[in-house]
């Protein structure tokens, strides 16, 4: 994976994230307890993939860079 695509992953899974944050705090006001689990769960998972892709990120940069 390039850094371009983990730099694409990153804004994506944030922007999901954010998403997500809006929709799960307005299915609590909303009193839809059960979308709420749904929404939270799945802005961790891309909490965690947007983790993981900083990370994957991070070795290629200063891999490459040790090297020139």
């Known amino acids: 994976m390039s850094k371009k695509k983990c730099w694409i992953i990153i804004f994506i899974t944030i922007a999901l994230n ?7 705090v307005e299915s609590y006001l909303g009193r839809e307890y059960e979308k709420v689990l749904i929404f939270s769960a799945i802005g961790v998972v891309g909490a965690f ?6 990370l ?3 070795k290629r940069e200063y891999t490459q860079s040790s090297k020139d």
Do not use: G, H
């Not at 954010?18 to 799960?24: E, F, L, N, P, Y």
């Not at 993939?49 to 900083?54: D, E, N, P, V």
């Open 49 to 54: 993939i947007a983790f993981f892709a900083y």
């Open 56 to 58: 994957n990120w991070r």
């Open 18 to 24: 954010v998403v997500m944050v809006q929709w799960t």
